[in-house]
């Protein structure tokens, strides 16, 4: 296999950003378990993204689309969830600049209680908001903490979906 990325075949292209957002999910789930650190709602809705990006490529994949335009639906789908996941994650990062002080107190309640009791809409609107949980820095690689890094990833695999769906081939 040529290792040029850009020189795969959609199929195997996006097969590779399911494999990739599987393996952010999968480290997802041992800083959670294996390192102990609860995820703040923020972390939650990141996770939602992620995995509906990998579906959506493993569909693609599955699929395969023999016209261009069906190649570039899926890229541009998987595009525009990547742009809803790096919005939510840089909101997350802006919330870790803030003074702690200047944020709500921490609410102690989950993604999952927060959809029981408010209704989806407003748990999601309650989420974006954050609170004095979503700015603790727990983890840093490099200096940067990882609502930074998730949206670094975000951003490659929507231009890597948009590279795929969107080439002439």
Same mark, same amino acid.
């Given at each position: 296999?040529?290792?040029?990325?850009?020189?795969?075949?959609?199929?195997?292209?996006?097969?590779?950003?399911?494999?990739?957002?599987?393996?952010?999910?999968?480290?997802? %789930?041992?800083?959670?378990?294996?390192?102990?650190?609860?995820?703040?709602?923020?972390?939650?809705?990141?996770?939602?993204?992620?995995?509906?990006?990998?579906?959506?490529?493993?569909?693609?994949?599955?699929?395969?689309?023999?016209?261009?335009?069906?190649?570039?639906?899926?890229?541009?789908?998987?595009?525009?969830?990547?742009?809803?996941?790096?919005?939510?994650?840089?909101?997350?990062?802006? @919330?870790?600049?803030?003074?702690?002080?200047? @944020?709500?107190?921490?609410? *102690?309640?989950?993604?999952?209680?927060?959809?029981?009791?408010?209704? +989806?809409?407003?748990?999601?609107?309650?989420?974006?908001?954050?609170?004095?949980?979503?700015?603790?820095?727990?983890? !840093?690689? @490099? *200096?940067?903490?990882? +609502?930074?890094? !998730?949206?670094?990833?975000?951003?490659?695999? *929507?231009?890597?979906?948009?590279?795929?769906? %969107?080439?002439?081939?």
């Amino acid at each position: 296999m040529n290792p040029n990325p850009f020189a795969w075949s959609f199929r195997v292209q996006m097969l590779f950003g399911f494999a990739v957002c599987a393996a952010l999910l999968g480290f997802a %789930l041992y800083v959670e378990h294996g390192m102990f650190m609860l995820p703040c709602p923020l972390c939650v809705l990141q996770r939602f993204v992620f995995a509906a990006m990998g579906l959506l490529g493993l569909l693609a994949a599955l699929h395969n689309p023999a016209g261009r335009g069906g190649r570039a639906a899926y890229g541009l789908g998987i595009a525009g969830l990547a742009a809803l996941g790096a919005s939510i994650a840089m909101r997350h990062a802006w @919330l870790q600049m803030q003074p702690i002080s200047a @944020l709500p107190s921490c609410s *102690g309640q989950g993604l999952g209680y927060m959809w029981e009791a408010l209704g +989806p809409i407003d748990a999601i609107a309650a989420s974006l908001a954050g609170s004095a949980d979503c700015a603790k820095i727990d983890w !840093t690689f @490099l *200096g940067l903490s990882m +609502p930074v890094w !998730t949206s670094v990833c975000f951003v490659l695999l *929507g231009l890597g979906a948009l590279a795929a769906g %969107l080439r002439r081939r």
